[in-house]
């Protein structure tokens, strides 16, 4: 599978206006979470891709190897079947050494079609384990990120939430009618105040009928020493200042 294959949902999803979409989400919250399990879902499938595709390699490297090996045993056959050859025909049987000679041919042929095949896969191995390397790059960063996102989802719900627990206590406080507390103390102390008069102004009340009745006292007296003076001018006697 192609590197932009693995990743190609991956990327989609980075390059999407992410703050858009929290924006317009009635539960930002929610968004995040998503988000995250949709991301986590990704990284799973990428893995999935590159564990085949590094499957894949490991058994064209098993291929190689047993090309490599093969290539090794032919040559021997090769040269097993070349002292046969020299053996024969050093004891006179040209018929024995001919047919191992033919047979060293045929090894040393099966000995080079897998060189060849151990030279032809060397770039492709090599390609791949490159490409593996990088897949394998690829991936720890998109773990990083995951991380990261994790991270800053946590940050910000917590971030929301403290924010919309001070919306509720300065919403709480908006309703409270907040005063200058010497105010009611003033209040208070004008209602003693007035409570004050009410006794001053009974006191001086009770004060003013004492007085009265002090004064109609002294018109008796008056009305007593008139009576007095008047009969003493009848009787032809002084009235006395």
Do not use: C
């Not at 960063?141 to 929301?160: I, P, T, W, Y």
Request: proline share 1%; aromatic share 2%.
């Amino acid at each position: 599978m192609a590197k932009q294959t693995i990743f190609g949902r991956i990327s989609t999803l980075v390059r999407a206006n992410i703050n858009q979409l929290i924006d317009n989400a009635e539960d930002p919250q929610k968004m995040l979470d998503q988000l995250v399990r949709d991301y986590t879902n990704n990284i799973a499938d990428a893995k999935t891709a590159i564990a085949q595709t590094i499957g894949n390699v490991r058994l064209l490297e098993q291929d190689h190897e047993e090309d490599k090996k093969a290539a090794v045993e032919w040559g021997q056959k090769a040269a097993n079947a070349s002292t046969a050859a020299d053996k024969y025909r050093a004891e006179g049987k040209t018929a024995e050494a001919d047919k191992f000679d033919n047979l060293a041919k045929i090894a040393i042929g099966k000995q080079i079609a897998a060189e060849q095949e151990v030279k032809d896969a060397e770039p492709n191995l090599a390609s791949q384990n490159e490409a593996v390397e990088k897949l394998k790059a690829g991936l720890a960063g998109m773990e990083q990120k995951l991380e990261e996102l994790r991270s800053k989802r946590d940050n910000l719900v917590a971030r929301s939430k403290t924010a919309e627990a001070q919306s509720k206590v300065n919403d709480a406080l908006g309703n409270i009618d907040v005063l200058d507390p010497t105010s009611d103390l003033g209040r208070f102390e004008e209602k003693v105040r007035r409570e004050e008069a009410k006794v001053l102004g009974q006191q001086e009340l009770q004060s003013s009928s004492l007085d009265a009745q002090f004064e109609s006292l002294e018109d008796v007296g008056k009305d007593a020493e008139v009576e007095a003076r008047l009969a003493a001018l009848k009787s032809g006697g002084s009235s006395s200042l």
